[in-house]
């Protein structure tokens, strides 16, 4: 059950730590809204998987990761890393159109993912500030984003949008209840994935929803090779293949870390001081010399 409502915790580290959170997520939602403009799909797959390098790299830094205790599945991870960014970049090898704009805002927005969850992770799991339950991290979070990106869809989109037939603009109702029933289908479900999100970096990690990202991003490339005929050569394929076993490697990793911590301590035997003649509580006496005459 989900934890519920506890703002009174929080700090000023916490404030800070969740400041500082909503800036970066503010900066990777449009810079991630821009690169589309400027290259394809499957160039930005290559950028975006240096997102999971930098969730690597701030959850070390700051302490998060689950394998911080042992040398041993440090290099796991990093055999983890590896498998997951090289399978990327061989699945994506020679289908990109190379846009130095576009190059930029991706990476730009893989590096601002990255330390966007690894705070997000250190918020959320530090229970001296009482934001563990999602709704109240997105209840804290989300009026800050709106204030930061309204500025920038109206600058770009507002007037736009506001004498379009999608807009304001509509001729009859028939398009105002159209526009009005897909912006709220697409709101619930962007709520349902945030809050998605969010119960993914509270129970595991930043680099776990990393990881779920890198195969979100596989299938959808996948399923555009069955659908829309893009062409897989066995190069892609095989990167395909070891981005699979880097994503496997993972969750196995993951579960043996999960069940290694359920394990609980052996019950200690429970001890039971006996009466005796000699105990020096007055009731003790008491109940020792009435035993004695029973």
């Not at 991630?32 to 830094?61: H, K, P």
């Given at each position: 059950?989900?934890?519920?409502?506890?703002?009174?915790?929080?700090?000023?580290?916490?404030?800070?730590?969740?400041?500082?959170?909503?800036?970066?997520?503010?900066?990777?939602?449009?810079?991630?809204?821009?690169?589309?403009?400027?290259?394809?799909?499957?160039?930005?797959?290559?950028?975006?998987?240096?997102?999971?390098?930098?969730?690597?790299?701030?959850?070390?830094?700051?302490?998060?990761?689950?394998?911080?205790?042992?040398?041993?599945?440090?290099?796991?991870?990093?055999?983890?890393?590896?498998?997951?960014?090289?399978?990327?970049?061989?699945?994506?090898?020679?289908?990109?159109?190379?846009?130095?704009?576009?190059?930029?805002?991706?990476?730009?927005?893989?590096?601002?993912?990255?330390?966007?969850?690894?705070?997000?992770?250190?918020?959320?799991?530090?229970?001296?500030?009482?934001?563990?339950?999602?709704?109240?991290?997105?209840?804290?979070?989300?009026?800050?984003?709106?204030?930061?990106?309204?500025?920038?869809?109206?600058?770009?989109?507002?007037?736009?949008?506001?004498?379009?037939?999608?807009?304001?603009?509509?001729?009859?109702?028939?398009?105002?209840?159209?526009?009005?029933?897909?912006?709220?289908i697409g709101a619930v479900?962007?709520?349902?994935?945030?809050?998605?999100?969010?119960?993914?970096?509270?129970?595991?990690?930043?680099?776990?929803?990393?990881?779920?990202?890198?195969?979100?991003?596989?299938?959808?490339?996948?399923?555009?090779?069955?659908?829309n005929d893009n062409e897989?050569?066995?190069?892609?394929?095989?990167?395909?293949?070891?981005?699979?076993?880097?994503?496997?490697?993972?969750?196995?990793?993951?579960?043996?870390?999960?069940?290694?911590?359920?394990?609980?301590?052996?019950?200690?035997?429970?001890?039971?001081?006996?009466?005796?003649?000699?105990?020096?509580?007055?009731?003790?006496?008491?109940?020792?010399?009435?035993?004695?005459?029973?």
């Amino acid at each position: 059950m989900i934890k519920s409502f506890n703002s009174e915790k929080r700090n000023g580290p916490g404030k800070v730590s969740g400041l500082i959170r909503d800036g970066v997520q503010v900066l990777q939602s449009g810079a991630s809204d821009l690169e589309t403009a400027c290259c394809t799909y499957a160039f930005i797959y290559v950028a975006i998987r240096t997102g999971i390098l930098i969730s690597i790299y701030y959850s070390f830094s700051i302490g998060l990761t689950f394998y911080q205790k042992w040398l041993i599945k440090r290099i796991v991870l990093l055999v983890v890393v590896v498998l997951i960014s090289g399978g990327l970049f061989l699945f994506t090898f020679e289908s990109t159109q190379f846009s130095m704009e576009g190059f930029l805002m991706a990476l730009f927005a893989s590096l601002t993912s990255g330390v966007r969850w690894s705070y997000a992770q250190m918020v959320m799991q530090k229970e001296s500030l009482g934001l563990g339950n999602p709704l109240d991290m997105v209840f804290h979070i989300q009026p800050w984003m709106i204030l930061c990106l309204l500025p920038f869809a109206i600058t770009f989109e507002g007037m736009p949008l506001a004498f379009s037939p999608q807009g304001f603009s509509y001729g009859n109702m028939v398009d105002a209840w159209h526009t009005f029933w897909t912006v709220l289908i697409g709101a619930v479900i962007a709520f349902m994935m945030e809050i998605s999100e969010f119960l993914v970096v509270s129970y595991t990690s930043g680099l776990s929803l990393s990881v779920a990202g890198i195969f979100k991003e596989i299938v959808t490339l996948a399923l555009a090779v069955v659908f829309n005929d893009n062409e897989l050569n066995l190069l892609n394929f095989m990167g395909l293949v070891i981005c699979l076993l880097g994503i496997i490697l993972h969750v196995i990793m993951k579960a043996i870390s999960g069940t290694g911590s359920k394990e609980h301590p052996p019950a200690e035997t429970l001890e039971i001081p006996l009466l005796h003649a000699f105990s020096e509580d007055e009731e003790d006496n008491l109940l020792f010399q009435r035993s004695q005459h029973r």
